[in-house]
């Protein structure tokens, strides 16, 4: 099995009702997954608008099944609403939320518990970029944020530079392939298809530079944020990797 290939975009805090309807012109080629995760109050909506194979996520979960957590949502509940996938440890909300990888580790559990594919996300800051400690930052944070019991069928890596996001950087091509080769390489001394995980490269990913990201060693598809919003910005980075 090789990993499968997938476009994720995520729409952070943006959207309502009215931007249901971009998701009507998306479809998902043959061997390519094609998710989106809107904020949590359009998900059931969206799940029930997509079609053509697209499937709908959240952005985050709660690590424990139900109970008195204001604001929270479960794994549960969002399996509930229709989405397939949760995105979890997003920079955002390690920076906003101050989420540990032991809590992210936690929440991705309680995903998989559930049945929901969990987007583990990790990514250097640019000082810690700077001070030639990304290497490190990314092992750190895979196998602190990655729990046991993840697989290739459960789990989705997404490497995301804090700098790259939202800023028009992005690393280059040597840059991101050594990040994912070291992924490649712990995930599959830790896990027996770790081989097969689908990787992710995240931050400023957009139409023209989709084609040359994709072609990378080990990039096996985006997590896209701003880009993601409308179906004309979206799309041709989903017909660029199915391509690649
Ligand atoms: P941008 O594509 O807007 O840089 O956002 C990337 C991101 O954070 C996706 O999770």
Known sequence: MAPRKLAAGNWKMNGTTAS?????????????GVL??????????????????????????????SGAHTGDISAAQLKDA????????????????????????????AAHGMGLTAIICVGETDAQR????TLDVIARQLAGSVPEGASAGNTVIAYEPV????????PTAEQIAEVHALMRERLSARFEDGADMTL????????????EIFAIAHVNGALVGGA??????????VAALAAA
């Open 20 to 32: 249901l309807a971009e998701v009507d012109a998306l479809t998902a080629p043959e061997g390519c």
């Open 82 to 109: 229709g989405a397939s996938h949760v995105i979890l440890g997003h920079s955002e909300r390690r920076a906003d939320h101050g989420e540990t990888d032991a809590q992210v580790a936690a929440k991705a559990g």
């Open 130 to 133: 700077d001070a030639g400690e």
């Open 200 to 211: 992710l490269y995240g931050g400023s990913v957009k139409a023209s530079n989709a084609r």
């Open 163 to 170: 700098w790259a996001i939202g800023s028009g950087r992005t």
């Open 228 to 237: 993601s919003l409308k179906a004309a910005d979206f799309a041709p980075i």
């Open 36 to 65: 989106i995760c809107p904020p949590a109050t359009l998900i059931a909506a969206m799940a029930a608008q997509v079609q053509g194979g697209v499937m709908v996520g959240g952005q985050d979960c709660h690590a424990k099944a």
